[in-house]
């Protein structure tokens, strides 16, 4: 099965591709539809990702090599997809790439 992935801004497209997603054990998720990125958006949808993986869905990225802004913030690498940053987003005083955060 394949779902495309809901654009980053698509709060209400998340929540159907949530439920859409919790439908399948294996599934291809298509990236080529999601836009802008937004770090909300972006965590949000990692999340959501994050959280089917956990469930033990397997998900496959797929038309993801475009992304490269939420490539190099960690985007696909948060949502537990495999995917590590490859360029430069390393940080300064305005920003930080996601990194997942543990429970102490």
Do not use: H, W
Request: charged content about 20%.
């Amino acid at each position: 099965m394949r779902l495309i992935a809901p654009d980053f801004t698509d709060y209400g497209g998340m929540l159907n591709f949530r439920d859409d997603l919790a439908l399948y054990r294996e599934v291809e998720v298509d990236f080529s539809k999601v836009g802008f990125a937004y770090p909300d958006g972006m965590l949000l949808l990692a999340r959501i990702i994050c959280d089917q993986i956990e469930a033990g869905s397997q998900i496959t990225p797929v038309n993801f090599e475009d992304a490269t802004y939420p490539i190099n913030m960690g985007f696909f690498e948060a949502a537990g997809l495999g995917i590590s940053p490859q360029g430069y987003a390393p940080g300064n005083e305005n920003y930080n790439p996601f990194i997942p955060l543990t429970q102490v």
